[in-house]
Nanobody
Framework: QVRLVESGGGSVQAGGSLRLSCVRS????????VVWVRQAPGKEREGVAC????????RYTDSVKGRFTISPDNAKKTVYLQMNSLEPEDTAMYYC?????????????????WGQGTQVTVST
């Protein structure tokens, strides 16, 4: 079974940058996809970026294209989310998830294993 731990969140002014890390232990039960998901108070969970860390296939939601980059370091069993040009609308708790079970690779409900989350706050 895979366990996930997120880190790298914090508070930053609009236009700034953060890099989030998702470290996994153990081997995945199914597939090699990792997704970054965010949830703001009063809003539904939203998949923002995902990667197959073997093939390097990636996908992003439209609102972060050109600003966020997802990348793997398989020797460290880590997936990163580099976030540039941050906006107040990016403020949320950010989670990573694995053990993809089929369907849309950006849909949070299609993953079985989740980390504890890391908070990102962007001020004006």
């Amino acid at each position: 079974q895979v366990r996930l731990v997120e880190s790298g969140g914090g508070s930053v002014q609009a236009g700034g940058s953060l890099r989030l890390s998702c470290v996994r232990s153990g081997d995945p039960r199914s597939g090699h996809y990792v997704v970054w998901v965010r949830q703001a108070p009063g809003k539904e969970r939203e998949g923002v970026a995902c990667i197959n860390y073997i093939s390097d296939y990636t996908r992003y939601t439209d609102s972060v294209k050109g600003r966020f980059t997802i990348s793997p370091d398989n020797a460290k069993k880590t997936v990163y989310l580099q976030m540039n040009s941050l906006e107040p609308e990016d403020t949320a708790m950010y989670y990573c998830a694995a053990d993809f079970r089929g369907g849309n690779i950006l849909t949070p409900a299609n993953y079985n294993i989740w980390g504890q989350g890391t908070q990102v706050t962007v001020s004006t």
